[in-house]
C-alpha cells in the first residue's frame, strides 16, 4: 500500500527554465510533508518541507505547493539549474498524537530523476 | 558535526552470512530509522525507534532485525543474508518535535552474493 507517490519516474529540464515535480497521498491524516534531493552516492539531504495548514512555502528557488482536498504536493524549481540534477523525493509524517508508534515514521515516494540541461 | 555516522559504506557477504551495519548520531534525536533504496522502489522503511527500548517494524521487516538500547545508537542486523537483500541502506535520526526534518547518514551499500 504506497501511501506516498511519485507517478513520474524521470523528468528533464532546459537550465534556465521551472521544474516542477510532483507527489500524491493518500492518508489524509498526514500533517508535514517534507521533499529530498539525493545525489549519487551520498544520503538524501532535506530541501523543504510544508504543513498541512499552510498551501504555500518558498525558499530561494523552491516552492512547495499542497493542495489538501486533492492529496497533491509540488515542488517548483525556478530558475532550474545543472546543479539541480538529482533525485528528488517527498515524504510524510503523521501527527504526534497518531496511534502506537507510526508518529515516528517518515512515509518516501519513489523518487524522481530530475536532469536539467544546460 | 558528525550528524548521523554509518559503518561500513561497502560491505560484500555471502548469501547466509550475518552482519550488522551500524548507525550512530550525535544530535540526540529521540526518532531513528532503517531505510533501503532500490532502483524504483524509492526509500522504503525497515524498521523504526521512537526512543531508546521502542522499536516498531516498517514496510519491509522481514530479515533484519534492530535494537535500541541508547538514544545514539541504532544497529541493523542481517539474520541470514539473501542476494535479494543487496541494497543501498540508510539510516536517518530526527528529533521528537512537530514538524521536524530527518537528518540521513552516507549509506552503505550492501552486496550479497
Known amino acids: 500500500d504506497q501511501q506516498v507517490k511519485q507517478n513520474s519516474p524521470s523528468l528533464s529540464v532546459q537550465e534556465g527554465r521551472i521544474s516542477i515535480l510532483n507527489c500524491d497521498y493518500t492518508?489524509?491524516?498526514?500533517?508535514?510533508f517534507l521533499w529530498y534531493k539525493k545525489y549519487p552516492a551520498e544520503g538524501p539531504t532535506f530541501l523543504i518541507s510544508?504543513?498541512?495548514?499552510?498551501d504555500k512555502n518558498e525558499d530561494g528557488r523552491f516552492t512547495v505547493f499542497l493542495n489538501k482536498s486533492a492529496k497533491h504536493l509540488s515542488l517548483h524549481i525556478v530558475p532550474s539549474q545543472p546543479g539541480d540534477s538529482a533525485v528528488y523525493f517527498c515524504?510524510?509524517?503523521?501527527?504526534?498524537?497518531?496511534?502506537?508508534?507510526?508518529?515516528?515514521?517518515?512515509?518516501f515516494g519513489q523518487g524522481t530523476i530530475l536532469t536539467v540541461h544546460p | 558535526n558528525a550528524g548521523v555516522t554509518q559503518t561500513p559504506k561497502f560491505q560484500v557477504l555471502k548469501t547466509g552470512q550475518s552482519m550488522t551495519l551500524q548507525c550512530a548520531q550525535d544530535?540526540?534525536?529521540?526518532?531513528m530509522s532503517w531505510y533501503r533504496q532500490d532502483p524504483g522502489m524509492g526509500l522504503r522503511l525497515i524498521h523504526y525507534?521512537?526512543?531508546?527500548?521502542?522499536?516498531d517494524q516498517g514496510e519491509v521487516p522481514n530479515g533484519y532485525n534492530v535494537s535500541r538500547s541508547t538514544t545514539e545508537d541504532f544497529p541493523l542486523r542481517l539474520l541470514s543474508a539473501a542476494p535479494s537483500q543487496t541494497s543501498v541502506y540508510f539510516c536517518?535520526?530526527?528529533?521528537?518535535?512537530?514538524?521536524?526534518?530527518?537528518?540521513f547518514g552516507q549509506g552503505t551499500r550492501l552486496t550479497v552474493v
Open positions: 510544508i504543513s498541512s495548514i499552510k
Open positions: 525507534s521512537v526512543g531508546a527500548g521502542i522499536t
Open positions: 544530535m540526540n534525536h529521540e526518532y
Open positions: 492518508n489524509s491524516m498526514f500533517d508535514y
Open positions: 536517518a535520526s530526527r528529533r521528537a518535535a512537530m514538524n521536524t526534518e530527518a537528518f
Open positions: 515524504a510524510a509524517t503523521l501527527p504526534t498524537n497518531a496511534g502506537g508508534t507510526s508518529y515516528g515514521k517518515l512515509t
